[in-house]
C-alpha cells in the first residue's frame, strides 16, 4: 500500500499558504508526517560498554497527544555500504521531501536496517524477531525497526521502546503494550539499552524515528546516523609499594587483546610487593613511563606506543560530556619513536603525562617487535582511571579499558 502527500495552495489576504493533505497509515506500514504533527528526535549518540553492550542516547521533544515512543533502526554496515546506501553519518534519514512528498528511496535505505533474516546487514538476534511471512521487498515499516515478536500474534510489536520516567526508553518486549497514548511524553534526553549483544570488531550504524498514533504515524526524518565499533572492555585494580623506580606493566596490547578475542576479557588485579621508602619523599604520582627518579608508581605502556589526554570525566565512559565531546580518537599521523610530540597530538608516554583520578586517556599501540609501524598499524585504546591514590607508602590504581579489536580503528 502506498501513499501520497498531496499539496494545496490557498490564497488568503495576498499570502499562499501551503496545505499539506496526509492520507492515514495503518500500523503495518506508517505513513510519514511532517514535523508540525510530530517531532523528530535528534542528536544521537552511542555509549560503548564493552564486549558488545551499548546504550543509544538521544534528545527529545515530544508531546503529542497520540505520541507512542520510539522506533530504532540498526545494522551492521561498513562505510562503503553507507555511501552505496546514500547514507552520510551524522545526518538524518529523511521520509518526506522539501515538497511533503514521500521520498520512496528511503524505504530502500530502511530495509537494508531491517530485523529480517533475509537481510544481509541485520543485527543479531533475527531469528527470534523475523516475520515469517514477511517479503523484504515489501518495505513496510513494521518489519524494518529492531522489535520483538508479539507473542499473541507474531507480528512485530513496535514502537520499539516506550519512554518511562528517569529519561530510559523501556523496550517494549514480546508483549503489547496498553499505556494510554497520552499518558506518554519525552521531552530531554533520553537512554536506550540494546538488549542484543554486538560483535566486537565490526562497525554497527543506528538512527531513531518517532511514532505516534498506535503506530500508524512516523517522523519526518529521523536522528542523525551514528556508527560504532565495539570493543572489549576489562577492569585492571594494582595496588604497589612504592620504590625509587616502581614499574607495572600496563596490561594493553597484544597479549590482552588475544586473551579477550579468545576467552573473554580477565578482570585483573595484580600487587607490587611494598619496598623501602624514604620517610621524607611526598612527591608522589602515577605516570605514565618514568620521566623522573622520585619514589612513584609507572606504568610502563611499552615501545610504539603514544598517549593522549582528553581530560576529566566524573562518571567515565558513560559520563554525558565524554558521549556528547568525543566521537572518536584522532589518527596518529607520522610515527616517530624518537619524538616528543606526534602527530594528532599524541605524546610519547614519558613527557609528563601524569596518570589522573577520573581522566580519561587514549593509547595509540603498535606491536612492540615492528621497529619502524605504520600509522595504519596503531590500534586505539581508551583508559578510564576510577583511582590514581597514592597516601602513604603505597599507591592504588584502578581503571577500565576498552581495547579495539582491530588496528586503524580510532572511533570511541
Known sequence: MKYKVTQTFH????????????????????????????????????????????????????????????????????????????????????????????VEAARTILANFSYQATNQYALPGTADNAEAEYNLEDKK????????????????????????????????????????????????????SLPETLAIGSQVCFFVFAVQDEGEEISQSSTDVACIVPKYATAVTTSAGITSGNQIALPLFATLRSACATDGCPEIATTVSAAAISATTTDRTVQFEK????????????????????????????????????????????????????????????????????????????????????????YYDWIYVSEAACPDTSCNVSYQLLLSANPNTPGR
Open 11 to 102: 490564497k488568503v489576504a495576498g499570502f499562499s499558504l501551503l496545505a499539506l493533505a496526509i492520507a492515514c497509515g495503518d500500523a503495518a506500514d506508517p505513513e510519514a508526517v511532517t514535523r508540525d504533527d510530530l517531532k523528530s528526535p535528534s542528536a544521537l549518540k552511542i555509549v560503548d560498554k564493552g564486549n558488545g553492550s551499548i546504550d543509544l542516547r538521544w534528545s527529545t521533544a515530544n508531546f503529542e497527544d497520540d505520541f507512542e515512543g520510539y522506533n530504532v533502526y540498526g545494522a551492521v554496515v561498513t562505510d562503503a555500504d553507507l555511501t552505496e546506501f546514500g547514507i552520510t553519518k551524522g545526518e538524518p534519514i529523511q521520509l518526506l521531501d522539501a515538497n511533503g512528498d514521500a
Open 141 to 192: 515499516f513494521s518489519a524494518l525497526p529492531y522489535h520483538k515478536l508479539r507473542t499473541a500474534t507474531k507480528e512485530a510489536n513496535l514502537p520499539t521502546c516506550i519512554p518511562i520516567d528517569g529519561g530510559i526508553c523501556d523496550p517494549t518486549g514480546t508483549v503489547k503494550q496498553e499505556t494510554e497514548a497520552s499518558a506518554i511524553t519525552s521531552i530531554g534526553n533520553i537512554s536506550y
Open 291 to 378: 620521566f623522573n627518579n622520585n619514589d612513584n608508581l609507572t606504568f610502563a605502556t611499552g615501545q610504539n606506543a603514544v598517549i593522549l589526554s582528553f581530560g576529566y570525566f566524573e562518571n567515565g565512559f558513560a559520563d554525558d560530556n565524554f558521549v556528547n565531546l568525543v566521537q572518536s580518537a584522532p589518527n596518529l599521523s607520522g610515527f616517530d619513536a624518537t619524538a616528543i610530540s606526534q602527530g594528532g597530538g599524541y605524546s610519547q608516554p614519558g613527557q609528563s603525562i601524569v596518570v589522573e583520578k577520573n581522566h580519561i586517556y587514549v593509547i595509540a599501540n603498535a606491536a612492540a617487535d615492528s621497529a619502524t609501524p605504520a600509522d595504519a598499524d596503531f
